[in-house]
């Protein structure tokens, strides 16, 4: 029996663009149990992400957890007096905390060993085999709250929750051109995605009209390092911005756009809650297709290289690229009119 007010804990622990496709379970689920508490057990890098949804109650750091003996994080967890723990980022020891917390109903994906070992509930489907999007796999593991679990993908942008804010320093962010378009690119992804090389978002930008649009690259300071190493991107319409933000201010910058353009990071995931006109560039290989990690929003789109690369550089022309953006631009422009 689930309670009519439970306390939930979502489980997801790993990286900024997961942490945003799992966001709109948290909103499905307040839809459908509108007195649900929900805490979410996720990374220091990721807190800001998690405070900027409406639907999460209560962030809870693990890395700060991580930091204290076993015996104080039962504690503390017992002490939060959850009712279920759904844990979609499967961890054996996230799992033997919430057993051993004694949380009453503790679901995740049957594939796993942890699972048997340390969950009530385990639900049956694979992610690598599915034509799903990673959203709507997400919501299969709802299926013992006994609430629908089949949401298209139109629908998904509402389930969001996610806002900016407003947490600008004033000299740690630098003013965009208020009368250009200004539009983000992020050209590194860090390992989780086969990339458009920094040769194609070069073309991109010469493809654009310098008096009209500036554009933003967005990135860690390791990110620029490589930038940096790399040779960057040229143009008097073009600013390095990669390591001046912290997670937050970044939120704030790419809301404040006029598009992002990105092959399949968090920021772009970002991006498309945030109703920027977004982007992403994907292989066709699965499990890393479009199908399943498009930017998914209003004014978000997906292109892919056919030639399904699962190493190396993506091949997308940059005419491609840019007809899509304006295309979502010009849309975005009628409807605000």
């Known amino acids: 029996m689930i309670p009519t007010a439970p306390k939930i804990l979502i489980v997801r622990t790993d990286s900024i663009g997961d942490v945003m496709l799992t966001l709109p379970m948290c909103g499905w689920i307040k839809q459908h149990i509108p007195n649900a508490t929900i805490y979410f057990l996720g990374r220091t890098y990721t807190e800001s992400i998690v405070q900027h949804c409406t ?16 015996q104080t994080q039962i504690q503390k967890l017992s002490a939060l007096q959850c009712d279920i723990a759904i ?11 919430t057993q051993r917390a004694k949380i009453p109903m503790r679901i995740a994906t049957s594939h796993r060993i942890s699972s048997w070992r340390f969950c009530t509930h385990r639900v049956a489907f694979s992610r690598r085999r599915s034509a799903l999007h990673e959203a709507q796999l997400n919501l299969k593991l709802l ?14 942008p509402s389930l969001y929750g996610f806002h900016a804010g407003d947490v600008r320093e004033e000299n740690q962010i630098i003013p965009k051109s208020p009368e250009k378009i200004n539009i983000c690119l992020h050209p590194f992804s860090q390992g989780s995605a086969v990339e458009w090389p920094l040769a194609s978002f070069q073309d991109l930008v010469q493809l654009f009209d310098p008096i009209q649009t500036h554009f933003y690259v967005t990135g860690t300071a390791q990110d620029l390092q490589r930038y940096e190493r790399e040779g960057g991107l040229f143009g008097d319409h073009v600013t390095c911005v990669m390591g001046t933000m912290s997670l937050s201010e970044l939120i704030s910058f790419i809301s404040e756009s006029d598009g992002m353009i990105a092959a399949s990071t968090g920021p772009l995931h970002i991006a498309a809650a945030l109703d920027v006109v977004t982007v992403g560039v994907y292989s066709s290989a699965p499990p890393i297709h479009a199908g399943r990690w498009a930017p998914l929003g209003k004014f978000a789109e997906a292109l892919e290289d056919r030639h399904a690369p ?3 550089s993506l091949v997308i022309p940059a005419e491609e690229v840019k007809q899509c953006w304006e295309k979502g631009y010009l849309r975005k422009k009628q409807q605000r009119n």
Not at 55 to 70: I, P, S, T, Y
């Open 87 to 97: 844990h979609v980022f499967p961890v054996t020891q996230w799992m033997r905390l």
């Open 310 to 312: 699962t190493t190396g």
């Open 55 to 70: 639907h999460v109650d209560v962030f809870l750091n693990a890395d700060e957890w991580l930091r204290l003996d076993d």
């Open 143 to 156: 299926r013992p709250l006994r609430i629908p679990t089949e949401v298209e993908l139109n629908e998904m």
